[in-house]
């Protein structure tokens, strides 16, 4: 898929950041649809059907959380990047929660947005082919025999370890929230500190550097992140 067949879909209802996500992403190759509030973004999408969206949280007819949480409901299976100008914790766990796939505030630069929107498609794409080989850097992780290897070497993990790094690599390049994580191996019931401390145990085994990690990083507050696949 070449970036002219990519269609991004831009809600946002201040012309000067559609402006500049138009001129910045049209000069990538890619071919921008906008929508200035929540109505319009609905008709687009099933008009249009674009590949992803970036969506601001500030819409004048309805929250940019109310209109993620309508569209997961609905099984809306696109990318949705979410552009705010609101740096809050909570806020951006919300979105993470509900669904968005990634978080970029602004003001912001087209060449990191840019990155963000080729992970977000490369993730997608995986999740359609169901790879079953993880392989990024060093480190590969085999989903079906659960073998994990560093420098073609095996690490041998704690279930714990492994079920964490599991759910890392069917997102990868995604933020994963403290809360999705816990729910996921633990069901909801652990504090979060618990799993720093697997999380840093992880690192001790992958990681080159684990005070100076390259494959899980922290996002502050909010959760950790695997460096996606090559």
Do not use: C
């Amino acid at each position: 898929m070449t970036n002219s067949s990519v269609k991004i879909l831009v809600v946002d209802d201040e012309p000067p950041i559609r402006k500049l996500l138009r001129v910045g992403l049209t000069a990538e190759g890619y071919t921008i649809l906008e929508a200035t509030n929540a109505r319009n973004a609905i008709e687009k999408v099933e008009a249009d059907q674009p590949d992803l969206i970036l969506l601001d949280l500030g819409l004048p007819d309805m929250q940019g959380h109310d209109l993620l949480t309508k569209w997961r409901n609905d099984l809306l299976e696109l990318p949705i990047i979410i552009l705010s100008s609101r740096t809050d914790e909570a806020g951006i766990v919300k979105a993470l929660e509900l669904g968005a796939d990634d978080y970029v505030t602004k003001p912001f630069g087209t060449k990191e947005l840019v990155a963000r929107i080729r992970v977000a498609l490369r993730h997608k794409l995986q999740q359609q082919g169901e790879r079953p080989i993880f392989q990024t850097g060093e480190l590969s992780v085999d989903l079906v025999k659960r073998i994990v290897r560093v420098t073609d070497k095996e690490v041998k993990l704690s279930p714990k370890e492994y079920d964490i790094l599991r759910v890392l690599v069917q997102h990868a390049g995604k933020v994963i929230t403290h809360q999705h994580l816990l729910n996921q191996v633990w069901g909801g019931s652990t504090d979060v500190q618990y799993l720093r401390v697997y999380v840093r145990q992880l690192r001790q085994k992958i990681e080159r550097s684990p005070d100076g990690p390259q494959y899980i990083t922290t996002e502050t507050g909010v959760g950790y992140r695997l460096r996606e696949a090559e």
